[in-house]
């Protein structure tokens, strides 16, 4: 199969969350040319903020091959990723994703991605508490850890 019977996959998959009662965003994750995830949007249906078509992919992908890290996979996926799930991308080790429609795309619809590419409107406090870095301490003295 190519990048484009791919990424027609992908966007089946966001006809199928618009039938569904959710967003128009589907996504497919692939390795050694076999399809290993695919998912659409969920947030409504879940009342899950998270639960855009990459996100949910990914979480498939990892349970498929037991693993969090997705090196050597790619993303299809029917709109430009948000920052949200370009994120969880990078997290999951996936470093080719081909795309449809673009986050302009998602704009003209109604879609706010675009304020998630733009400053910041989230104010950060830090409050010093030792015993979180406490635990990061115990964490990180453990032989057997997964870092990631």
């Not at 050694?32 to 078509?53: C, E, M, R, S, W």
């Not at 299809?76 to 997290?91: D, F, V």
């Not at 449809?100 to 010093?128: C, K, M, S």
Request: proline share 4%; hydrophobic share 40%; with cysteine.
């Amino acid at each position: 199969m190519s990048h484009i019977d791919f990424l027609k996959i992908a966007v089946e998959e966001s006809l199928l969350s618009v039938q569904a009662g959710s967003s128009p965003f589907g996504a497919v994750i692939v390795k050694d040319g076999k399809i290993i995830a695919k998912a659409h949007n969920q947030v409504v249906l879940l009342n899950d903020p998270t639960a855009h078509a990459e996100v949910q992919c990914i979480r498939l992908a990892c349970q498929t091959l037991k693993s969090f890290d997705l090196s050597g996979c790619t993303l299809y996926t029917s709109c430009e990723p948000c920052p949200m799930c370009l994120n969880a991308i990078k997290w999951a080790n996936i470093t080719q994703v081909y795309y449809a429609a673009t986050r302009d795309d998602a704009d003209a619809i109604g879609f706010r991605d675009r304020v998630f590419y733009q400053e910041d409107p989230i104010e950060l406090n830090h409050l010093i508490l030792n015993e979180a870095r406490s635990v990061m301490d115990t964490w990180y003295s453990q032989q057997d850890k997964k870092p990631y």
